[in-house]
């Protein structure tokens, strides 16, 4: 399988579990500090802001694939959902040993 590029629905369904850490997963994405901080301040529960985070990152990356979600979820050190998203949807096929950190 190619990496393909995910929709809001994909990403929304499949993020849930990083409410928490939306921001920090917002800033490895590349999305700027001030949207961010729209963001923070337009919604107010987590769901919300993780929604419109991805949304955000759409816009800004519509070319965006899984790939660049993995990485994102590598580097908050969220190993798990990384792994298991680069198995579902990135020709990768998931995180090797050596590619964690990447």
């Keep these: 399988m190619s990496d393909t590029q995910p ?3 994909q990403l929304v369904e499949e993020l849930q579990s990083i409410t928490a850490t939306w921001k920090l997963f917002g ?6 500090d001030d949207d961010l901080e ?5 919604k107010r529960n987590v769901e919300d802001k993780l929604c419109a ?4 990152w759409l816009q800004m990356k519509p070319r ?3 790939n660049d979600i993995v990485k994102a979820l590598k580097k908050i050190e969220r190993l ?3 792994e298991r998203l680069g198995k579902k949807y990135t ?3 998931g995180t090797s040993p050596e590619h964690i950190l990447k």
């Design 53 to 56: 985070l991805c949304y955000k």
């Design 64 to 66: 965006g694939t899984w």
């Design 91 to 93: 020709s990768s096929g």
């Design 80 to 82: 798990d959902l990384a």
């Design 7 to 9: 929709n809001l629905q």
């Design 27 to 32: 800033l490895f994405l590349g999305i700027p």
């Design 38 to 42: 729209a963001i923070d301040v337009d």
